[in-house]
């Protein structure tokens, strides 16, 4: 089934290209039947390519999804028209009222600060508590994943000595998840952060789904709170750490090229998408999860 995303939102064209099929609000209204309501909270700069590496994830099913975007209702972006903003989203004022079947709260680039010092902190917090009453299941990225899991848990983050960058391998420690359903054993997942979570302060009741020897927890789930922790990005585009890489060394920045990404370690060739179908998979599995658990009329 397709994804209903509002009529003019750039990503649109870019998921028809894909083969991503796209419903029109017209043609959403004809169908008999509830799609399931999604949430994401955009919290990265680059507000328009997230929105489509996520759409092309959730719009992948053989479910009709149809997907609010939202964002912090007095964060001042510095990367997106409010133009954009203003046509595409709406504010958590906004929609705290409504109620989800699932919210993804995506990364944000201000993990090297301590969360009490985020300016929008107080409201996302509010956001978190707001999801234990008004969502059936949370889906939180890296910063946010750190964010919620603090928030609820008291887990603490670690400043690393150098950035962990690149695509690791990570191992499936419980494959009889739903959420890792047709997971392979080892799966590749890019990382990229300059802090991490620990499994040594994980609490009890929550259980490690995927880690990675080299950069430690990857996914978490937290089933008292209905949510998955993902502190990585298997929803990056193929080009996204390449251009990350290249902003750096462009900005003077000491960075090393991401490990394990360039064929044969070389910068200077295409990198390869080892990653796209376990981040299908993944999402595919999380929304099967909702459609099962969510109750069909919220009164």
């Not at 939180?140 to 150098?162: E, S």
């Not at 990198?271 to 299908?280: C, F, L």
């Amino acid at each position: 089934m397709p994804i209903k995303i509002p009529d003019a939102l750039p990503a649109i064209d870019v998921l028809r290209a894909e083969g991503v099929m796209v419903m029109s609000s017209e043609t959403a209204l004809r169908q008999d039947i509830r799609p399931l309501q999604i949430g994401l909270v955009n919290l990265m700069p680059n507000k328009e390519r997230t929105e489509t590496q996520f759409a092309r994830l959730i719009g992948a099913t053989p479910l009709q999804i149809e997907l609010t975007l939202i964002r912090m209702t007095d964060h001042v972006s510095k990367n997106t028209t409010p133009a954009h903003l203003e046509a595409f989203y709406t504010t958590f004022a906004e929609a705290r009222a409504r109620r989800f079947d699932g919210l993804i709260v995506t990364g944000a680039p201000v993990e090297r600060l301590p969360f009490e010092a985020v300016g929008y902190w107080g409201e996302l917090t509010e956001l978190f508590d707001w999801t234990q009453t008004n969502v059936t299941g949370t889906f939180a990225i890296c910063w946010g994943a750190q964010a919620m899991l603090h928030h609820f848990h008291g887990v603490p983050k670690h400043a690393l000595a150098r950035k962990a960058f690149g695509c690791f391998r990570h191992r499936n420690l419980a494959p009889g998840s739903p959420y890792l359903r047709g997971v392979s054993d080892d799966i590749v997942v890019p990382v990229s952060r300059w802090t991490e979570v620990r499994a040594a302060d994980v609490p009890p009741g929550l259980r490690m789904l995927l880690c990675s020897p080299e950069t430690g927890p990857c996914l978490i789930e937290d089933a008292g709170r209905r949510a998955l922790y993902m502190f990585n990005h298997l929803e990056y585009d193929t080009t996204s750490l390449d251009e990350e890489y290249r902003r750096d060394v462009a900005a003077g920045q000491a960075i090393a090229p991401p490990a394990h990404y360039y064929p044969g370690d070389d910068p200077a060739q295409a990198p390869e998408n080892r990653w796209r179908s376990h981040a299908h998979l993944l999402f595919g599995n999380w929304l099967n999860e909702l459609y099962q658990a969510t109750p069909f009329d919220w009164t």
